[in-house]
């Protein structure tokens, strides 16, 4: 090995061995010579494991992802691990499990009384994903293995816990959920893990955990809960307890487990697709006849609430693990799980037509023609076309006698409208401003514009505008022809043919004689008198005379400067922000 790749290897191992390893620098010789990627293992009761990479299409296990999720098995895949090799400190090889590759001979390996990781290994982990044990943590996991097209399950000192003869092995987790080779995070050594295997040996399954073994017998063996197999004879299912005693005979069609109890379908002619269920109970007692499909747990705040959603011939209900029917079956596409406290469905007959249901599956508003839900668990109800509000307990909030409800709510502030007269509501449904007004527009700012009907006004000219706070007090009066904001807290308003500015307390901060009054942009805004143009800060001060054509917004120039551009005596000058024309 040369000097750069020693010094390089040196500064890596300090580095690694900041990490919770087993593994020193003392431990680690390395070799760039071509070949299998080897990682070998400190001994352990006196037996060493070596895993070979053959194809050195993958890292063995030590590596990236290992450091930060170990795995439990040797997987027969296209690509990882190759060869187990378990050898005794006398060189000699105790046991080998190929995966793909020709036999090995302990001649290929180096002397015994050295441990190594190689150093194509070791340059795979990184500062991101160091390893935090030297694999494997003995005693604590088992590993999957294949030789001469048989499987085995050997623990991590090379006792078989499953004999390395076997057609297929599957592993189960402490739940029983099947583990399609699991990962686990980190475990401390006093931390045991304990699995369950189904194996199967000419067509017939068996079982073994840590406490019992059933030979392989069925033609289905599957641990479902605690004491409880499903399996499978003559095509149909029925239930064993590990003392393969019977729980339930092998007569359905299918059984699967749903949390505390069995749904089961009758053998019949159906198709998978039209396959119909029952329950049977926690004590395997039988207590409905197979009609419901597409049984769903009903997820409350995030959990499921022991409640399902079923699905008969009249359309989607809720039933409980006992199979008692909660709700009515007529509901169309599953209804929606609550994240406040109503379950939101359509008609099973009628998409268009919605349904809010309570939590106890009470159908919410079912006195009226239609009902919506609106905000803070109020809901949208209808008789014939008016609208009103009612609360998740029915009580009536508005009576249906609105044209309309706004579902648009700003700062908690919505518009209805009555008799053609705009009012404000509030998220509670409590009215704040009555329905008085000839238009009413919310902003996000709390301001309230409004029109009123000015009866003593000439013909063509009877809206007049004003501004209301949220208590209905008036902040800006309603006499103006027009009243449009101009933002910073400013008002462009008319009166008759003549334009002026206040503010937001009222405060009229130009006389109302311009012509027009355009958009303030960047703290001026252009106003006509006359047929001339000229300029006005947003304190409403008068920067410039009013002779100037073509005129355009104030905008920065290169020197971050404000400036605009007009027309005079048909020349084009610039303008600075005192109004004072410059080069």
Known sequence: MNTKLLFITFLSLCFFNKSFCQISISQFEFDDKKGPNIIYYNFYNGIQMIEIDYNNLEKARVDFEDGIRPINSIRPRNYGHNTIILRNKNGKILHQYNLRTPPFKATDFITVDKTMLTLTHFAKINSNYEANSNYPSY??????????????????????????????????????????YKVFGFTNDETEINFSYTFQSNGKWGFKN??????????????????VFRIKKSNNYGLLNFKEHVLLDAIYDDLLYKNDFYLYSETSKNTSDDKKYGIINSKFKTITKPIYSNIDDIIENYKPSGKYWAFKTAGFGAIDKNGNEISMFKYGSMPQNPYQKFYRANAYSDSNKTYILDLNFKEIGSNYDKIYDLKDNLFIVFKGSKMGLIDLNNNEILPCEYQSISQDFKNNLSVIIKNDAYGVINSSGKIIIPCKYHYLVVDYSNNIYVQIKDENAALGDKIKCGLIDTTGKIVIPIIYDLLESMGYGLWKVKIK???????????????????EIYSLENGFCIAKIDFGYGYINKLGKEITRFYYEKPTNFKYNSQNKLTAKAFLGGKEVTIDENGKQIK
Do not use: F, H, M
């Open 139 to 180: 005693g604590k996991y088992n590993y999957y293995v294949t030789e001469n097209n048989k499987a085995g399950v050997l623990d991590t000192i090379g006792n078989p816990v499953l004999e390395v003869v076997y057609d297929a092995i599957q592993s189960y987790s402490q739940d029983y959920k099947l583990n399609y």
């Open 210 to 227: 840590d406490k019992i073994t059933i030979q392989p017998k069925y033609e289905e063996l599957i641990p479902i809960k605690e004491n």
């Open 497 to 515: 043919d003549k334009y002026g500015i206040v503010t937001n307390e009222n405060n009229e901060i130009t006389p109302i004689k311009y012509d």
